[in-house]
């Protein structure tokens, strides 16, 4: 009985202590995607550095659960457990950001929308509460592509859905151009 109860301690201890290697190790099978930093190589496809720690755990759960389906990212989250998860959401939490060199010229008419976005997303891009995503500094179509998926339902938010439907395509265009251009 004894004898047992230590070996369970034992690897409780050893796997708490190789989270980190093991966080870095598992980003490569994620970097053909989400790049090596955690900036895409692709404008569809999000990026993940200095991106809120809790929205990726929740994101992850999502994608695992089904909740949230992508062709391409599904397949990555199925056979995460918490513990991978967690340190994965941690080691990308870390990373340093994307640096945007300035715009030549801003969306005007997306940062005209940033309004109905503020109360959440923060003046900048930025929310208080580590649930919600940053979504400055984000890819330009990614963004785009997610409030599409928000309006047609495809993407499931309740908060989400309100605010962008009745968008049209062009303010998603545009809203979706501003906060890429924002540094995060
Ligand atoms: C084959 C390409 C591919 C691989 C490999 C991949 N992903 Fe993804 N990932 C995507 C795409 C594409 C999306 C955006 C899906 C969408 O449009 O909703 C995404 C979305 C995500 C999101 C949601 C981001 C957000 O802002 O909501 C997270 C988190 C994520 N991936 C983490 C990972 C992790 C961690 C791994 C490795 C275990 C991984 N991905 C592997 C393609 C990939
Ligand atoms: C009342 C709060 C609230 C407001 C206002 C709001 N959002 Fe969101 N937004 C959220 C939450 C919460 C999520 C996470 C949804 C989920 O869990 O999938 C989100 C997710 C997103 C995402 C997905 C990010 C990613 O990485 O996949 C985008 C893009 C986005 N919001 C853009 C906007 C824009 C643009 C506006 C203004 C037009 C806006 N939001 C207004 C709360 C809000």
């Not at 990726?56 to 949230?68: C, E, N, P, T, W």
């Not at 990555?76 to 715009?103: C, E, F, G, M, R």
């Not at 989400?160 to 303010?171: A, E, P, R």
Request: glycine share 6%; hydrophobic share 40%; proline share 4%.
């Amino acid at each position: 009985m004894k004898y047992v109860t230590i070996i369970m301690l034992l690897s409780a201890l050893i796997t708490a202590n190789s989270a980190t290697a093991d966080a870095a190790d598992m980003a490569k099978t994620c970097a053909a995607c989400h790049g090596a930093n955690g900036i895409a190589s692709n404008s569809q496809w999000p990026n993940l550095a200095g991106q809120n720690k809790d929205y990726l755990i929740a994101q992850l759960q999502a994608f695992r659960d089904g909740s949230r389906v992508d062709p391409l990212m599904s397949p990555s989250a199925k056979s995460l457990s918490d513990q991978d998860i967690a340190a994965l959401a941690t080691h990308y939490a870390s990373l340093q950001p994307a640096v945007n060199t300035a715009p030549a010229k801003l969306n005007l008419a997306g940062m005209n929308i940033r309004a109905r976005c503020v109360s959440c997303h923060g003046m900048e891009g930025k929310p208080v509460n580590s649930q919600w995503p940053n979504i400055n500094g984000q890819q330009q179509a990614y963004l785009a592509k997610q409030l599409t998926a928000f309006r047609d339902g495809s993407r499931h938010s309740e908060i989400m859905k309100v605010i962008v439907k009745g968008f049209s395509d062009q303010q998603i265009a545009d809203v979706a151009e501003y906060y890429s251009q924002i540094p995060r």
